[in-house]
């Protein structure tokens, strides 16, 4: 994989190894600035128990799992990625977390939510 490519997540269903970036996504989420940092971001967000969110480039679903701790069981968050690997895995990561999350393959730039449907949305290079 080129240097070029390791970053572009839109190629990650056309790559010939889909798992570099699923591998890839799993050793940067350990490392201590990101970890950091993306509490940081959710502190942002100020959510809320019952709030519903939208978490755009979902990739595995670390965040959105995150997210869905926050706003308890009776709120919603719905992962969107472009990759079909990505939300794949993010699908098998759920079944057992007992989270209310659900996770769609969908295009950032053509979202089929109604205006209003969240309460707020977490965008990741998107």
Do not use: H, W
């Not at 490519?5 to 490392?31: E, I, Y």
Request: include cysteine.
């Amino acid at each position: 994989m080129s240097s070029e490519t390791v970053t572009d997540f839109t190629t990650v269903d056309s790559s010939k190894d889909p798992q570099f970036f699923l591998r890839f996504l799993d050793a940067a989420n350990k490392l201590p600035t990101i970890v950091t940092s993306k509490q940081i971001i959710l502190d942002g967000l100020r959510l809320r128990n019952g709030g519903r969110v939208l978490d755009l480039g979902c990739g595995l679903g670390d965040d959105t799992f995150q997210i869905a701790e926050r706003v308890g069981a009776s709120g919603r968050v719905t992962g969107v990625d472009v990759s079909t690997s990505m939300i794949d895995e993010a699908r098998r990561r759920a079944e057992a977390r007992g989270l209310p999350v659900d996770f769609e393959v969908g295009d950032s730039q053509a979202l089929r939510f109604d205006t209003g449907t969240f309460d707020g949305v977490r965008a990741n290079g998107c």
